[in-house]
């Protein structure tokens, strides 16, 4: 399967929306530039694959940030995921790791720990539309339709998985939202939830085996029939650039840049892609005489 994609559509004649996001290539980039341990990598690619899910319904420069708070070992986890297509995001300690649960998988909800998951909108007209809810199993889809019912009134069923091989690279990554709308026959309810559990594979293993967008989506779905109505590519984005956090130097004000200057150079690292920045002598003499 190549490259990472999002699509949107309808199904059971128009009863229900779908959200389908492939997102292995988008995980393991996150997974190289931070380091991450398996299980970091595991709660950093299901947090950005919900981002980018929740961010499909949006327009242009939108975004959606989640942050799930917890009190486990990970320390706390941020993805923004916008409109377009781009995510970007990070765990607190990227090095965490803890025993498999009993059934072989990794352990995200314990290293997510109990707290609460906040989810942040932010429109084109500046507005920020905020929510919060607790944490219910730190596992991260239970958790984003616990906030979808909750703050938003909406009932979904939410699958978010990444598979991590022994090598720690990412083999397959997605998720996919089903929706009813409003007026849904209950018969059609219990299609999709038939359809689900029947499922024997997670979405992990799926994506990693399909070939296509098209065999993963009639591998999720089965002979529930479905209608397609958007493509998008998806990849790791970051905004950061030396401009931007040159204008972060300068809000420390000047006292904060001359111990900056005594010490010769100064270095930036992004927390959301892990990029390093280098400021010279000359340079923070520039952003000194700004701020």
Known sequence: MQHD??????????????????STDTVEEARRRHGMSPLATAALGRSMTGALVLASSLKGEENVTLRLLGDGPLG?????????GE???????PLVDLPLKASGKLDVGTAVGRGELTVSRSLQNGEVYTGMVPLVSGEIAEDLVHYLLSSEQIPSA???GVLVEKDYHVAGAGGLLIQPLPGAPEEDIQAIENQLGRLQTGISELVAQSESMEELLSHLLGKLPYHVLER????????CSKERLSGTLVSLGKKEIADLISDGKAEMVCHFCNEH????????QEIWERA
Request: aromatic share 12%; proline share 2%; charged share 20%.
């Open 232 to 239: 998008r590519p998806v990849g790791f984005t970051c905004m």
């Open 5 to 22: 994609e999002l699509w949107i559509g309808t199904m059971l004649e128009g009863n229900a929306r779908w959200v389908l996001v492939k």
């Open 158 to 160: 939410m699958l978010l």
């Open 87 to 93: 995510v970007r995001g990070y765990v607190r300690e």
């Open 277 to 284: 920045y280098q400021f010279s002598m000359d340079e923070l």
């Open 76 to 84: 706390g986890v941020v993805a923004v995921g916008n409109a377009r």
